[in-house]
């Protein structure tokens, strides 16, 4: 479970295949720059089909059968090699956020081992501090908490309302050394 993302695990596969928000075509489709390119494209293939770019002009432009075969070697290394490293950052990231959620739980049993029935005050209000940071951190992956995120920490116990109060007057910054 990630705060702010919903997935349903029930839905049919094309509703999933039927989503936008959230997803790489909402960020490609808001681009000015995809739209620019959009449309130079239409109006290249436009002035060949329509026959206003002339047969000399075409032949300057033919590329021949042996370069694309370089071009697409190489157009198939770098994707290859693009894709390979953007899943060696997504197992990373992994393996970072699991190495955090076992780190919070391992300071949560220690307190309890440590300091245990002298100060189990202190030991819920450490455990409910450190479990808060942590959704907090998981909530600022959109760069900032939402109201229902705030809401949602409060209805778990993780944090009272004037601690809310406190920590919405810091900046996001200040948050994560709190």
Known sequence: FAPGIYYDTEASFFWVLSRYRRTVLEGVFHRGTFWVFLLIHLLVKFA???GWVSKVEREVLHVHGSALSVMSTLTTFFEVFYTTQCWGRCTK???LTRDML????DFVMEMRLLIGVSSQAHVRLSSRYVMASVFVFFCEIDYEVSDSEWDQIIRL????????EHLTACSSTERSML
């Open 102 to 105: 076992g780190d919070t739980y």
């Open 157 to 164: 116990g993780l944090i009272k309302r004037d601690e809310l």
């Open 48 to 50: 060949f089909v329509s």
């Open 93 to 95: 990231l992994y393996h």
